[in-house]
């Protein structure tokens, strides 16, 4: 993704701080003196209306005019109402990048800072000067020798890119890294990002090859919630990334979505589908930072832990397990060699290994290297109370010579104060992982595990890709639309059991009355025992019931029999309704027949809509008598079945059909099929606001949905995560044989085919594609290439059924990645060798180029090696323009798509 004009923020040639003096309370002042001391090796200069001569000792000037060059980057701690008149000016004189660490532009609230914020976007917009701020602390890039903060100190280079809303704890954060000795890439705060937002900065650090992880600070999502997973799925794809996310107490909180039990989950529903790991505390924080710092990537969830006692050892043990963490397996070998180092222990040859308090350094470092050895092993915790037969700095200089000569992680906790303190600097300076109790060890290790976890449901390989119901799926639009005509905000219950009907949800065979005759005559046609259910826009909205699930009682008249008692039970329930609701209230009646035995499970399946990440899947305990919202998993659509299966594993109604289920399998499979045709349903019917399937049985037959309700809105819903474009695909013939075809989109699905298709290439087609020769992808790269973030990138492939029948394959494919303004889209075409002639060249560039036409970028480019005449000669032919670029010896070849229709994009075209 292009983030090039973010490199005016980053590496500028030159700065001019705004609203700079020597006074002791200006903050210009201040970045002037941090640009200073941390050796920015480019232009200073300071602006300020009073005429200083200088600012510790850099040149000052009253005004933009007066400035001798324009600076790559303007700083600006000028009073909030000169702000946008500074801007103005700036962007009038082509400065391109702003920096404003002015105080109270976005105070929540404030109509005149409201105000002021406004007016500063209104006078950047024109000009397409790029601001960062307001109320933000700065930034400090040590690469770049550049402290353009108020950061108190500065801070030392490192490998974790830090990026926060809130400055103060930005400050706390260095200081605290500070004294641990930790380095940062990059570390700033951007406030309310404006401009220059979350989304924005986290792509740019994600490029940087001196960043290997990303540490976030926010209160709340600002902007649009698909921008921002978007860039958290990319970034986690490569690099660790941590999220805190804390409360804002100056927003007021909305209610939450109906089905949910608090804002919480539903973020750490986001976050866990992004690929990314949640802290909840500032200490976590803090423990992650020292992880981020110190660990290597784990190879595997299985921990040894390592003690002179068995108190600590507890200690950690209990916490690892109640987290779900996995205490590794020692080998028969590893057992033996422990023994031998400790004759007369009364260790029982299990993990936790107790050395008991005569521990001495040289056997703490001994029983360290023989455990890391072990394959079962995936990292050790060295827990350490100090004594005399075993001082904590002559412990910690023993097993820093082991973890040094180690590929796999070692952690290690110094408990105490007094001597641990100088323990834990050696291992800050041998760059190890140290921790002050075991059960803070424990949870940064287990967020190094969670990550883990996250990935690898990102990058599971989804089941075979079944079609859908096409003709039903366009049917139950109908239903939704009939019903926002009719200005409803709900679906009936027959409408809501035709539309679970069409997306092939089993549901229970259901008469409907309009009055108590009609309800007794449904039942005698039924002859058996039945339910009888009163109907009323209350019941018709999903969710809709109080924290002991008592008002979805009030409706039913379960296992009635006789004809009296339907009479009766029916009265009671009009009568109910009426008096809840007045006597035009009712809709009905619903009757079905009980349904008994197959010791059924009672399951709650659907969606809501969050106003932050739009709609949300539900998944959990069911039943008109439980406390549904006590197991509530959620996951952000759209979702595949392996995302499912995760879903319902991860869900209590797991552990219980793991004891009780005959087929578990069978029964996990079902209860995930449901869940992506919900899925499928969000996509396909944007109006849909909320449903809720309660209860939806499982048994030994299989499922059926009981009770549902439905509501609608006249706005549609927007996903957080791109969904699959599949009104993109399209049929066509190939040019020479005649074969029948698909282009379409590609999919997760289609990475078993992908392989296939890399593996039939030839060595020089590898290199024309990737400008070197390279092996056979790996898995994650597959996962990377198939499972697509579609605002982000897009591939189209054409496949065809194989010749001998066994199912489709791949025949060729051209990605186009695009940047985030929409402007440049580069593209890679790439087609069977065997294929050639077949007219598929054309096919997929000609696609590609109607849909980043239609998409509204402005210019397609891609470039090829000058070896590659056929892929010259087809640019050419569909309308590029060719180029030599000497400096990278390769062709360029671009085609400009739309015009820009903005000042700000054509300089950025022009760039």
């Known amino acids: 993704m292009s983030t090039k004009y973010l490199k005016r923020f980053f590496k500028p040639r030159s700065i001019a701080v705004f609203g700079a003096s020597e006074k002791a309370e200006s903050m210009g002042g201040i970045v002037i003196q941090n640009l200073i001391d941390s050796n920015f090796p ?94 933000c602390m700065g930034m400090l890039v040590p690469g770049s020798n550049m402290n353009a903060s108020y950061s108190h100190i500065n801070i030392t280079k490192g490998k974790v890119a830090y990026i926060g809303q809130s400055g103060l704890l930005g400050t706390a954060m260095i200081d605290w890294a500070a004294g641990q000795g930790i380095g940062f890439s990059h570390f700033l705060t951007l406030g309310e990002g404006g401009d220059v937002d979350l989304p924005s900065v986290i792509d740019y650090v994600a490029q940087d090859p001196y960043t290997h992880s990303i540490l976030l600070q926010i209160d709340h999502v600002i902007g649009s919630s698909r921008n921002f997973i978007s860039a958290l799925r990319a970034a986690s794809r490569n690099k660790l990334v941590l999220v805190l996310k804390s409360d804002d107490v100056t927003v007021a909180k909305p209610a939450p979505a109906p089905g949910i039990p608090d804002e919480n989950t539903v973020y750490n529903a986001a976050l866990r589908r992004a690929g990314v790991v949640r802290v909840t505390t500032s200490d976590e924080l803090f423990h992650a930072l020292e992880t981020l710092s110190r660990m290597k990537p784990l190879r595997g969830e299985r921990i040894a832990l390592l003690c002179n006692g068995s108190g600590p050892n507890a200690l950690a043990t209990d916490r690892l397990i109640r987290q779900g963490g996995q205490l590794a397996p020692l080998s028969e070998a590893t057992v033996a060699a422990l023994r031998e180092i400790m004759p007369n222990s009364n260790w029982n040859g299990l993990n936790p290994v107790d050395l008991n308090a005569d521990a001495t350094p040289e056997r703490f470092a001994q029983a360290a290297a023989i455990l890391i050895k072990d394959k079962a092993v995936d990292a050790v915790l060295s827990i350490h109370a100090p004594t005399r037969l075993a001082p904590s700095v002559e412990t910690a200089d023993a097993l820093v010579a082991v973890a040094r000569k180690s590929p796999r992680n070692f952690l290690t906790c110094w408990m105490g104060r007094a001597t641990a303190i100088d323990a834990r600097n050696h291992c800050n300076n041998a760059n190890i992982a140290t921790f002050i109790t075991p059960e803070e060890a424990v949870d940064a290790f287990l967020h190094m595990v969670d990550y883990r976890k996250n990935q690898e449901v990102m990058r599971q390989t989804p089941a075979t890709y079944i079609e859908q119901n096409t003709p039903n799926h366009l049917s139950s639009r109908q239903i939704v639309t009939q019903a926002l005509d009719d200005k409803r905000n709900y679906l009936t219950h027959r409408e809501v059991f035709d539309l679970l009907d069409q997306y092939d949800i089993p549901v229970q065979p259901t008469r409907y009355a309009a009055d108590i005759d009609s309800v007794v005559q449904c039942a005698e046609d039924i002859g058996e025992a039945v339910a009888i259910k009163a109907l009323h826009q209350e019941n018709a909205q999903p969710f809709n019931y109080d924290e002991k699930s008592g008002q979805r009682w009030h409706d039913l008249a379960l296992d009635i029999f006789s004809r009296d008692e339907v009479r009766h039970a029916a009265t009671r329930l009009a009568y109910r309704v009426s008096e809840r609701f007045g006597d035009d209230a009712s809709m009905g009646f619903c009757i079905q027949q009980m349904k008994r035995g197959f010791q059924s499970m009672q399951v709650n399946v659907g969606f809501t809509r969050d106003r932050t990440f739009g709609p949300l899947l539900v998944f959990g305990a069911g039943g008109y008598t439980v406390d549904v919202l006590a197991d509530r998993k959620l996951m952000l659509p759209p979702i595949n079945m392996a995302l499912a299966r995760e879903m319902v594993k991860g869900s209590r109604i797991y552990r219980i059909l793991m004891e009780h289920s005959y087929q578990l399998e069978r029964d996990v499979d079902q209860l995930s099929e449901v869940i992506v045709k919900l899925s499928e349903m969000i996509v396909d019917l944007p109006h849909l606001e909320s449903l809720e399937i309660n209860p939806l049985l499982l048994n030994k037959q299989g499922i059926l949905a009981v009770d549902a309700a439905v509501s609608i809105s006249p706005e549609p819903s927007r996903l957080a995560i791109s969904p699959y474009p599949g009104d993109l695909a399209e049929n066509i013939t190939l040019k020479r044989s005649g074969r029948p075809a698909v282009i379409r989109p590609i999919r997760g699905e289609d990475e078993p085919n992908h392989l296939a298709f890399y593996n039939q290439l030839s060595p020089e087609s590898i290199r024309m594609r990737y400008f070197y020769s390279r092996g056979v ?18 591939a189209f492939i054409v496949s065809a059924p194989r010749l001998d029948g066994k199912g489709p394959e791949t025949l060729g494919v051209v990605r186009a990645v695009t940047d985030p303004d929409n402007i440049r889209s580069e593209f890679s075409v790439v087609i069977r060798d065997d294929l050639q ?59 400009l798509l739309n015009e820009p229709t903005e000042d700000w994009q054509i300089t950025r075209l022009q760039s």
Not at 777 to 794: C, F, G, K, N, V
Not at 857 to 873: A, F
Request: charged content about 20%; some cysteine.
């Open 837 to 895: 002639g077949e007219g598929l060249g054309v096919i997929l560039m000609s696609k590609v180029v109607a849909y980043c036409k239609a998409r509204g970028t402005l210019m397609i480019e891609g470039s090829t090696l000058p070896s590659n005449k056929g892929m010259q000669g087809l640019a050419q032919k569909l309308g590029f323009k060719n180029s030599f670029n000497m400096e990278e010896e390769v062709v360029e070849m671009k085609m």
């Open 777 to 794: 992808p790996t898995h994650q790269e597959l996962a990377s290439w198939t499972q697509i973030d579609y605002d982000r990138e897009m």
């Open 42 to 135: 480019g232009t200073l200069m300071a602006v300020n209306p009073e005429g200083y001569d200088a600012v510790y000792g850099v040149s000052c000037y009253r005004g933009v005019a007066e400035l001798p060059e324009m600076p790559d980057l303007a700083i600006i701690c000028a009073p909030p109402e000169a702000v946008a008149d500074i801007v103005r000016k700036l962007g009038a004189n082509l400065v391109k990048a702003a920096l404003i660490l002015t105080g109270g532009l976005s105070l929540a609230g404030s109509r005149s800072a409201e105000a002021l914020a406004e007016e500063v976007k209104e006078a950047a917009r024109p000009y397409g000067i790029r601001i960062m701020g307001p109320d």
